[in-house]
């Protein structure tokens, strides 16, 4: 067992049961790009797990590219207006832009991405996200595909994080409380 496993309350999804369904969203992705070479985007640095294994499940041709959104800084929920830390290299303009996130929970991300891209003449945006918590969202949006809905819960592993840690478990686990209220 590893080290960090104890620190969480449960198991949410298993390796396995991630794999199973970064499987369905690559097939999903890859019917609806038929024809089609789109600017992959992950969120980092909580979606590039996610990123690349969905990227390679893909048949679909795609060119990858990174931004790196302000975070947390060490606690449990957002402070509603995150701000471009790592911008992309590439331009979107007239492009057909996938964007890859870890978690879309109170939903002001996404928002201030959509609005970022689509002001860049993206051709056309889609949204795909590992996790959905729709109980905390504070803004009315959505990705366009989920793969897993969560509750009201502190989530961590597969690349999302608590203070920077967590991020390399290979499943997707509840925080102890414990953990984050000490
Ligand atoms: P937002 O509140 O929808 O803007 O989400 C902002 C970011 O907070 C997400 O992209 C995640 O990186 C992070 N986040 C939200 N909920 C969790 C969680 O349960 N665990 C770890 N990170 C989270
Ligand atoms: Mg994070």
Redesign the pocket.
Known sequence: MREQEKDCERILFSAEEIAAEVKKAAAWLDERYEGCEPIAIS?LK?SVIFFCDLVRAMKTPVQMDFMTLS??GGGTS?TGM?KIVMDLSASVEGRDVLLV??????????VKLKQLLSGRGAKSFTVVSLLD?PSRREVDVKADYSCFTVGNE???GYG???DQRYRNLPFIGVLKREIYEK
Do not use: Q, R
């Not at 996130?101 to 996404?110: A, F």
């Open positions: 969120v909580g975070s947390y957002s995150p996130e870890d978690i879309v929970d109170s939903g002001h991300t996404l918590k502190f989530i961590v999302l994080d608590y």
